[in-house]
Nanobody, 127 residues
Framework: QVQLVESGGGLVQAGGSLRVSCAAS????????MAWFRQAPGKEREFVAA????????RYADSVKGRFTISKGNAKNTVYLQMNDLKPEDTAIYYC????????????????????WGQGTQVTVSS
């Protein structure tokens, strides 16, 4: 079992930056891919970014490429999402998720393949 806890959400003005964190416990993340998804009110949960822990391969949604960066923390079992140039349409609950990926392949974008989820953290971008 992997337990995931997100933190760092908040309110920020458009054009600003925010970093959200995901702390994992229960197992080492060395054989997992870690992803961020988000869900805005009335919308489906969507993929944002992912990183394979063993290879550091990353994947991003087109809507966030060049603005968001996913990274592994120096402290083991922590993953970050640095969000720059935030837009009102980035407003959502951001969820951390884990998928078994011991080969370090490019992480999947498919929500249903992620086995473990955090409770989410709210990010609100004002215009």
């Amino acid at each position: 079992q992997v337990q995931l806890v997100e933190s760092g959400g908040g309110l920020v003005q458009a054009g600003g930056s925010l970093r959200v964190s995901c702390a994992a416990s229960g197992r080492s993340l060395s054989s997992y891919a870690m992803a961020w998804f988000r869900q805005a009110p009335g919308k489906e949960r969507e993929f944002v970014a992912a990183i394979a822990w063993s290879s550091s391969s990353t994947r991003y949604a087109d809507s966030v490429k060049g603005r968001f960066t996913i990274s592994k923390g120096n402290a083991k079992n922590t993953v970050y999402l640095q969000m720059n140039d935030l837009k009102p349409e980035d407003t959502a609950i951001y969820y951390c998720a884990a998928d078994w990926n011991d080969q370090g392949t490019i992480p999947t974008m498919m929500l249903d393949l992620y086995d473990y989820w955090g409770q989410g953290t709210q990010v609100t971008v004002s215009s």
